[in-house]
């Protein structure tokens, strides 16, 4: 799709396919009232301008809408409906071993107990072993620094699928 076909999408259908990208509901109601966009580059920047200015509740709910890291049942039952645009996004973790699987879960357990919602990273790229060990540094964190570091991987998140929306 192009940035002139996505402009020309029913309002409903544009926060439909911007919810996927990220599951914010304000988020995207907010982004969809900002068209027409001139480029994907003006798309990303008020994406980026409106996500930042979100409050805790719509980051959190975008949290929601990830499976935890290393749970690839989660990510083909629970995550269907964003399967084409996150179908990449935990490769790494498909070759790991069931040790590093294994860590994974009771790391991932550790930091939702400590912050309250799942780890978030943009995975795209990064193997399984690489998520432990930034899951293990991050658990380190404060709760406003992780929660700065998960808004940020978040917008890396929805920047790689908004690409995909128009490739």
């Known amino acids: 799709m192009t940035i002139q076909e996505f402009n ?3 309002n409903t259908k544009v926060k439909e396919l911007l919810f996927q990208c990220c599951g914010c ?3 995207a109601d907010q982004l969809a009232h900002e068209a027409p966009f001139i480029s994907l580059k003006d798309l990303k920047d008020k994406s980026d301008n409106i996500w930042f200015s979100c409050d805790k509740s719509g980051w959190m709910e975008a949290f929601t809408h990830h499976p935890k890291i290393g749970d690839l049942k989660s990510l083909e039952e629970k995550f269907a409906t964003t399967k084409h645009l996150a179908s990449a996004e935990q490769s790494g973790v498909g070759s790991s071993s069931q040790i590093v699987l294994e860590q994974l879960k009771e790391y991932n357990e550790r930091y939702e107990e400590k912050f309250g919602y799942i780890f978030i990273v943009c995975a795209t ?3 399984a072993d690489e998520m432990l060990l930034l899951l293990q ?3 380190k964190n ?3 620094d992780e929660l700065k570091n998960a808004i940020k991987e978040q917008n890396k998140i929805t920047h790689l699928r908004l690409n995909k929306l128009f490739e």
Do not use: E, F, P, V
Request: charged letters at 25%.
């Open 8 to 10: 020309i999408l029913s």
């Open 125 to 127: 790229g990064k193997s």
């Open 142 to 144: 404060d709760r406003s």
């Open 25 to 27: 509901t304000a988020w």
């Open 137 to 139: 540094q991050r658990l």
